[in-house]
């Protein structure tokens, strides 16, 4: 696939394989238009690859955030040639642990960690 000169949108674009794949894209010659809704690493990271990339805030979750960030990547490059699809929070824990099965839950460790609050 040519990818020179070409547009892409990488949802989750702003860390983890989504960053991976922002980079490798701009890296290749392509143009990248970030979504994430991690608007900080989001924009480091456009800044970072220059005028090849632009950063849309935008929850994947949210088809009007969505068509936003696809008006704002066709204005912003004329056009789009792909997309990547890599948001989403990536989790390591044990599948089986002590207590069984973890939770399908993306926040099964970190709760337990990290609450703060008032009991009730
Ligand atoms: N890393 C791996 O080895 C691996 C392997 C298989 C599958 N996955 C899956 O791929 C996805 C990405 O993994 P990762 O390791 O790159 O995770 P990551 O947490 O490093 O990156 C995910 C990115 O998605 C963004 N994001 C989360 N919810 C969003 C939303 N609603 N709208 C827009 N952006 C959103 C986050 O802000 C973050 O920048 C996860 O769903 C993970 O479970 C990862």
Redesign the pocket.
């Known amino acids: 696939m040519r990818i020179e000169g070409r547009n892409f949108l990488v ?2 674009g ?5 960053g991976a794949t922002a980079r490798t894209l701009a890296a290749a010659g392509g143009n990248v238009v970030i ?4 608007a900080e ?1 989001g924009q480091k990271l456009a800044a970072e690859l220059g005028p090849k990339a632009h950063f849309v805030r ?4 949210s088809e009007p955030d969505v068509k936003k960030a696809v008006a704002a990547a066709t204005e912003r490059f004329s056009g789009l040639n792909g997309a990547v699809n ?5 989790t390591a824990e044990k599948v089986l642990g002590k207590n069984g099965p973890h939770p399908l839950g993306p926040s099964s460790g970190r709760s337990a960690s990290t609450s703060s609050g008032p009991s009730t």
């Not at 702003?14 to 989504?18: C, E, F, I, V, W």
């Not at 890599?86 to 990536?90: K, T």
Request: glycine residues 24%.
């Open positions: 949802t989750g702003a860390s983890g394989l989504g979504l994430d809704v991690n690493a935008t929850d994947v979750t890599a948001a989403g929070i990536g």
